[in-house]
Nanobody, 120 residues
């Protein structure tokens, strides 16, 4: 099982950017999916996550600006970043709890991370 993230890059404050992360491999089911980030010198923190049923949870710092969604058929989770701020600059990691042949109850998987830089 692998998670492959894409969509990072340079974005201006007030602009928009969409991150995508697709799961691949022999997958029985995907439970929670979401995004974390780690800024230089800081600990990794939750940005947003979404359950298999579509319930979402956001960090207070991104509420109203970022939207997490998923396409279960494509095994993909998205993060729509609107009006990003310079303090949103970080490496963004996708996460998923996936039931597979390795773990019928589900195991945590992480993507390699994609850098988002918010700067004018």
């Amino acid at each position: 099982v692998q998670l492959q993230a894409s969509g990072g890059g340079l974005v201006q404050p007030g602009g928009s950017l969409r991150l995508s992360c697709a799961a691949s491999g022999i997958i029985f089911s995907i439970n929670d999916m979401g995004w974390y980030r780690q800024a230089p010198g800081k600990q990794r923190e939750l940005v947003a996550d979404i359950s298999s049923g579509g319930s979402t949870h956001y960090a207070d710092s991104v509420k109203g600006r970022f939207t997490v969604s998923r396409d279960n058929a494509k095994k993909t989770v998205y993060l729509q970043m609107n009006s990003p701020l310079p303090e949103d600059t970080a490496v963004y990691y996708c996460h998923a709890n996936i039931a597979s042949i390795s773990s019928y109850d589900g195991m945590d998987y992480w993507g390699k991370g994609t850098l988002v830089t918010v700067s004018s």
